[in-house]
């Protein structure tokens, strides 16, 4: 077994991106936030400008939200905005521990509409409901058909960009956009094209 004491050199000795790379194979989610937890402030620099945008999103969305303000605060806003995008529905949580000059440079550096829909998300008190849900989501109406509603999901697919949530479930919604349920995405791929939502 590998004692934490050599895993947490490891951390502070990373050199290029492959060691990068091979650091995320050997160490857990947890490990990762303890150990750049831990990094002095020149360590993070030089840690964040390692990550490149496969090696920085999975960092980002495998450690604490702290320790992913840490990472961002350490790279300059628009290499920041890249690893902000990579987050999905986390980087409100992430831009929460980000206050005024920070936050606002670094959206500044992201897509507009992501931007829109993280500064809506931050509106809300952190501990509402409102600030942790997925702000981006494909929908079909339940009146289409299976062939249908795959069209659907392509269609919205420029509009979410890879920020939705995909291989769960697709929200079904009547005339009116109200919620009616859900199906799993699998089940409306397997499903016969003809077949109702």
Known sequence: ??????????AAELADAQQVRA????????????????????????????LGPRTGAEVM??????????????????SSAHLIESLIDDAAEVLRRLRGPDR?????????EFADTVRS???WPSESVAA??????????????????????????PRVRGRAKVGAQIYVTDADRGLVGV???QDLVLATPDQQV
């Open 132 to 157: 942790h849900m997925v702000p981006e989501a494909f929908t079909v109406e339940s009146a289409l058909t299976a062939a249908q509603a795959e069209e659907a999901v392509r269609a919205q697919a």
């Open 183 to 185: 199906v799993e995405f």
């Open 61 to 78: 969305r495998s450690v604490e939200p702290d320790v992913a303000a840490e990472l961002v605060r350490a790279l300059d806003p628009r």
């Open 104 to 112: 606002d440079a670094l959206l500044a550096g992201v897509d507009a």
């Open 23 to 50: 650091w995320l194979l050997e160490v857990a989610p947890a490990e990762r936030s303890r150990q750049i937890g831990e990094l002095s402030p020149g360590e993070l620099s030089r840690f964040a400008a390692l």
């Open 1 to 10: 077994s590998v004692s934490t004491e050599s895993v947490e050199r490891r």
């Open 121 to 123: 998300m931050l509106q």
